[in-house]
């Protein structure tokens, strides 16, 4: 039974009717939504803010440089390609390249000390597969040092001048490219030339030298014109030379190496 205050009669307390209790607990129910709603809706009206803000400050940034490809060893050795990079072993290669530019398989260089790495010395040893670039080269050039099988050699320098090489110029004509060559002293020559008058005409050339000459007879051959007369000739030959065993110059011994 529900009185005129809208409570049911029951003992020992009064609840609210139904009818009146459901519409109240709706109102505050919609009013919490709305409540809610507004929050949710201020908080996204701050996140689209906030979104705007961060997707601006994205967009001041700059973009990243474009990580640059690694070039290949042709490029690298070409340099022309101004966003590549290179490798350590690209750059091996590019620096054995320059070497070699600088100084080639095959160059003889002196040295004032021991034999330099990448160098080896010029002592006439068999060049194998173990320096494969300077095998290759001295096979390309006829090994004209000789050969161990089918392995060139290397030249020989040790105590020796090197000469270049006639090439058909005619200075040194007939040597082989690569040969060897012994000690020589050019040829001395001297001549008692022309006796004329006796006293006067007498005449040296080459390393003989006239001193002094008297005489009172001309020779024909064997025979003497005036046999009661004498022929005197003084010559010299300067030899106050330091000599030895062998004909050389003045030198300094360095160490005679080949690059490999």
């Not at 949710?40 to 009206?45: M, P, Q, V, W, Y």
């Not at 030298?209 to 009661?228: E, F, H, M, P």
Request: with cysteine; net charge negative; hydrophobic share 40%.
């Amino acid at each position: 039974m529900v009185d005129k205050r809208g409570l049911v009669a029951s003992y020992p307390f009064a609840v609210p009717a139904p009818e009146q209790y459901q519409p109240r607990n709706e109102e505050r129910f919609r009013a919490q939504m709305a409540q809610a709603n507004a929050e949710i809706n201020d908080r996204l009206a701050n996140l689209e803010t906030d979104v705007d803000a961060v997707e601006q400050g994205l967009a001041a940034i700059p973009p990243p440089p474009t990580v640059p490809a690694f070039a290949t060893d042709p490029e690298a050795l070409d340099g022309t390609s101004p966003d590549t990079i290179i490798s350590p072993a690209t750059l091996k290669v590019v620096l054995d390249t320059l070497a070699e530019l600088v100084v080639p398989t095959g160059a003889i260089m002196y040295f004032a000390g021991n034999d330099p790495p990448g160098w080896l010395n010029c002592d006439g040893a068999v060049v194998t597969t173990a320096n494969a670039a300077l095998r290759d080269y001295l096979l390309a050039a006829g090994s004209p040092y000789g050969v161990d099988g089918a392995d060139p050699k290397l030249p020989d320098l040790r105590g020796e001048f090197v000469r270049g090489a006639d090439l058909g110029r005619g200075v040194d004509p007939g040597r082989a490219f690569g040969s060897l060559q012994l000690d020589q002293i050019q040829r001395l020559v001297g001549d008692f030339i022309s006796v004329q008058t006796i006293g006067t005409g007498l005449r040296t050339s080459g390393i003989l030298r006239q001193l002094a000459s008297t005489a009172s007879a001309i020779w024909q051959g064997a025979t003497s014109v005036n046999r009661n007369t004498t022929l005197q000739l003084d010559t010299q030959f300067d030899a106050s030379v330091r000599s030895g065993a062998e004909t050389r110059p003045r030198n300094v011994s360095l160490r005679a190496c080949i690059k490999t």
